[in-house]
């Protein structure tokens, strides 16, 4: 069975709704029509509560390629004992 590759860039800065967030690590995955920002650890926590939720990310790479202020289409949190995960998901910028 044949296994494709995943296409992982590691980020160096992440702003949510233009606040800079510090976490352990993250990477950004470009599917095929959607791309998908993985964040472990983020600080602040963004609130994903009523009204006050995250819509806006900016992301650089490691390679200092800097998108700015994609909305956010859907995330997905995952918790554990020391981590807490967030993933964004989003379409890619024109």
Do not use: C
């Amino acid at each position: 069975m044949e296994q494709s590759s995943r296409s992982l860039v590691p980020l160096v800065n992440i702003w949510l709704d233009d606040t800079p967030t510090t976490y352990t690590h993250a990477f950004l995955e470009k599917l095929a029509y959607e791309w998908m920002v993985e964040i472990v650890n983020p600080f602040p926590i963004p609130l994903m509560e009523d009204k006050e939720f995250v819509i806006q990310i900016s992301i650089e790479q490691d390679d200092g390629v800097l998108y700015s202020s994609i909305d956010i289409q859907s995330y997905y949190i995952e918790q554990g004992n020391e981590f807490t995960i967030y993933r964004f998901y989003m379409y890619p910028p024109d």
